[in-house]
């Protein structure tokens, strides 16, 4: 008997026909959401490229930003240049002026006849005193104080505010009288130097010089503590000055000047002013370094009537 030969499917016909329709479905599928697919690709591409911008952009601001401080630090220093350059220009002007009133001076009168050995100091008529001229500024009052900031951020520039308050001295003429008023703020309270110390005016020789040489070397070493101008001007005020010469770098400390600084405490020192005396100003040491010292300085002389100038070295 011969045997039947048994065939065996792997697969139904109804099997094939569902992963038929189940692949057609996952390309059905895959067709619909092929859009959002490139979509979010695109998406992905364009975010990068974003972020890509983002650093360039942050970069070249940042280059923008180093570039402008790099201008405005050039600028600052080129002002300062231009206002050295200004400076000499004027002690030269002033040099010249002294020079020629004193040709004048000496083609008008008559000479002098020698000193009897008895006197020590000639009287000198006022009318005939020579404007004081020092660096630039200018002045007919006859009666100077020099009021010196012995703050410590000077110190590095004692030498500089020495020679140029004896420079000052050097300027003033027989017939003037002077004071030396020496100021700064410690954590114990404000501390005054005064020549002459009975807020009287020294008048103008060989021997008060001397003496007041000696008493700005002495106030070398005491350069510290912080800088009071409402302070220091409140004590002037006893001094029977015409004229206050304000030597400084500019930088009060509004903790110490009742919470002012710039206008505003230009503005309070010029109301305090009552007698309405000139306040010409010297700015020392590193004023370029700091905004606003420089117009400070200025605003306060141009207010009362006085004159600016400012010394770097």
Known sequence: MRTRKREFEVFSLSAIDLFASAM??????????????QKEVRSQEDLKYLEELEGKTAAELDQTEEGKADILRKLLAAQARQRELQ??????????????????????EPPAAPPKPEEIEEEVDEAKVVSFRFLGLRTR??????????????????????NTVLRALDSLQPGYSFAILGFQQLDSGPKYYQWPADNTLATVSKSSRKQAIRFLRELGKEFRGSSSLLG??????????????LFSDGLPNPEYNSDLYGERLVRSITLGNTKNREI?????????????????????????SGSFLALAK
Do not use: C, W
């Not at 057609?24 to 697919?37: H, K, N, R, V």
């Not at 010409?280 to 009362?304: C, I, P, R, S, W």
């Open 24 to 37: 057609g479905a996952f390309i059905i599928i895959s067709i619909i959401l092929m859009p959002d697919y």
């Open 87 to 108: 400076s000499l220009e004027d002690i030269i002007s002033s040099e010249l002026e002294t020079v020629k009133a004193k040709q004048q001076a000496r083609h008008e």
């Open 141 to 162: 009052k006859t009666r100077v104080l020099f009021m010196v900031d012995m703050n410590k951020y000077l110190a590095d520039h004692e030498v500089l505010v020495r």
């Open 232 to 245: 220091a001007f409140e004590r002037a005020s006893s001094i029977p000055a015409d004229a206050l010469i």
């Open 280 to 304: 010409h100003t010297v700015t020392v040491g590193d004023y370029f370094k700091y905004q606003g010292t420089v117009e400070f300085m200025e605003d306060l002389a141009k207010a009362n």
